[in-house]
């Protein structure tokens, strides 16, 4: 009976000539509202980074990138650059540079990934990404920040710094380093005067008291034995103890200076490490004022009237602050 009724209702409706609905929303279930929240959540990425994680660390902002909108997406596009640098990835920082730039060239987050892809390690990428930072964004932290790293760059390879970029610290560090390059240019100088007085005195001048003693026990061993071939006429002898010991004095100024060139060099990289006061600090390291110790007391002599300026509560932010969600 049931396989009789089966095609008899088929025939009977017949076709079904209907015409679609209108695509309703997709309701918006807590369960759902939880899983978007936990998609989106930063407080995961950072602490993959702080494990150690880094290259999952760097997926996850990926994630977030391709996932958000707006500021929160420039964000985590900024935060992959930053990682993509740390994991010495310079391509890969280059093109989430290059799709930050283009969702919002005006973007406050577009300083900041410029400013890490400019201190990377790849020298081509840097160049490019710090001319970017100086074109575009002229007057902001980051590329003061980016300057002052570069400024003290050229302090670690050449001991001094040819370009400040106006920078006060900048002017600072060069003054420090331009008297400490005097003194030891002079220093320098004088090792090989004393070199060239007497094989070995040199040596010991620039701190290297051992090589001195032997170099100038040689040296008068090599001579004296010169000068007794001499006296007894030996001159096939003489011309060999003369050889080592004209080396010894030709060369005694020279090596004499390169080592005092080598002890400026490392009183030049023990300064730098203690000026603290005068290292490229990054906006976000820099305390705000109301961290800052308060001013000492003073009793005004006579009252005096408070702009609207000082009294605004504007004027307690510290100018130059680039202000950006929490990153973990």
Wanted: overall charge neutral; proline content about 9%.
């Amino acid at each position: 009976m049931m396989v009789i009724s089966t095609p008899l209702w088929a025939v009977t409706v017949g076709p079904l000539h209907g015409k679609p609905g209108p695509s309703l929303r997709a309701l918006g279930t807590p369960a759902g509202s939880i899983a978007t929240e936990e998609l989106l959540d930063t407080s995961f990425p950072g602490s993959l980074e702080e494990r150690g994680d880094l290259p999952s660390a760097l997926l996850e902002w990926q994630r977030i990138a391709h996932k958000s909108f707006g500021a929160e997406r420039e964000m985590a596009l900024t935060n992959a650059t930053r990682l993509s640098i740390a994991l010495e990835r310079p391509q890969v920082a280059n093109a989430l540079l290059t799709e930050l730039l283009t969702q919002n060239p005006a973007s406050p987050y577009a300083p900041e990934a410029l400013y890490h892809l400019a201190t990377g390690t790849d020298t081509m990428a840097a160049a490019q990404a710090f001319g970017q930072l100086q074109k575009i964004f002229p007057n902001n932290p980051w590329t003061e920040a980016a300057q002052m790293n570069e400024v003290w760059q050229q302090a670690h390879r050449a001991g001094k710094v040819v370009n400040t970029y106006n920078l006060p610290k900048a002017e600072d560090l060069r003054k420090r380093l331009r008297t400490m390059y005097a003194a030891e240019q002079a220093r320098i100088g004088l090792a090989g005067a004393m070199g060239v007085i007497m094989p070995g005195l040199g040596h010991m001048y620039a701190g290297n008291m051992p090589q001195g003693i032997a170099v100038l026990i040689i040296w008068c061993l090599f001579t004296l034995a010169f000068l007794s071939a001499c006296r007894h006429r030996h001159y096939a002898y003489s011309f060999l103890f003369v050889i080592p010991s004209a080396a010894l004095w030709l060369t005694g100024p020279v090596v004499a200076m390169e080592l005092a060139k080598d002890q400026r060099d490392k009183k030049i990289e023990a300064s730098l490490a203690k000026w603290d006061d005068l290292r490229p600090v990054i906006p976000s390291d820099i305390p705000p004022e109301s961290e800052a110790p308060p001013p000492a007391a003073v009793t005004p002599a006579a009252p005096e009237a408070v702009s609207s300026t000082e009294a605004s509560p504007a004027a307690v932010l510290p100018q130059g602050k680039l202000i950006t969600p929490t990153r973990m």
